[in-house]
């Protein structure tokens, strides 16, 4: 079985540009889950989908962030103007149910670097 | 400021000696997990304690969960060279089972 994939591995933009990660979960999992590495920081939460529905996007920095899951099935992350201090690892997270019991499943991450 | 304080931040030691890496905070956890992420790839669960005291092994490794649920450690016995990699710990707070918490993570280097 599949597990979570995510595209691009890297991403190197100018600051000002845009750019659009995308994350494939586990099929039938319904809970996905953006988190984000910035260099000697923890991991981040950034937010919570449920099918199609954002449960939770309370660990978004700003506007610039638009996260959507259209058809409950993959999720993109687009992230206009990009900023310097929006460099880092996002990773996404796939999950069956939503409970801490639920092994949230990791994908290999985004490296995303903004001159 | 951190929720979950780990400890060390990195660790260099012989193969065969014994390890503890700890997972401190001031806030009630409904659950720990430590992860082991890989250069290159995302976090990858090992064990998860949802009680006060537990203890769980997972071969030479021995996780624990502190009595009032804030905090935790993983102690390796006998390291080997495979052992190296980033160690994170997580919680899920109470009431907030779905969002994750994690630490900075321990990076252990088991030198041959």
């Known amino acids: 079985e599949a597990g979570v994939t995510q595209f691009p591995s890297h991403s190197v933009i100018e600051k000002g540009q845009t750019v659009t990660l995308r994350c494939d979960p586990i099929s039938g999992h319904d809970n996905l889950y953006w988190y984000r590495r910035v260099m000697g920081k923890e991991i981040k939460f950034l937010l919570h989908f449920v099918k199609e529905s954002k449960q939770d996007e309370s660990g978004m920095p700003n506007n610039r962030f638009l996260a959507e899951r259209t058809g409950g099935t993959y999720s993109t992350l687009k992230v206009q103007p990009a900023e310097l201090e929006d460099s880092g690892v996002y990773f996404c997270a796939s999950s069956l149910g939503r409970t801490s019991y639920n092994e949230q499943f990791f994908g290999p991450g985004t490296r995303l670097t903004v001159l | 400021t951190q929720l979950l304080e780990q400890s060390p931040q990195f660790l260099s030691i012989q193969e065969g000696e014994n390890l503890t890496v700890y997972c401190n905070s001031s806030s009630v956890f409904s659950s720990l997990q430590w992860y082991r992420q890989e250069p290159g790839e995302g976090p990858v669960l090992l064990v998860t304690v949802v009680t006060g005291g537990e203890v769980k092994k997972l071969k030479r490794l021995t996780f624990q969960f502190g009595d009032a649920r804030k905090d935790s450690s993983l102690h390796i016995t006998a390291a080997q060279p495979g052992d190296t990699g980033l160690y994170l710990c997580?919680?899920?707070?109470?009431?907030?089972?779905?969002?994750?918490?994690f630490g900075k993570g321990t990076r252990l280097h088991i030198l041959p």
């Open positions: 997580a919680g899920c707070r109470m009431n907030r089972d779905d969002k994750i918490i």
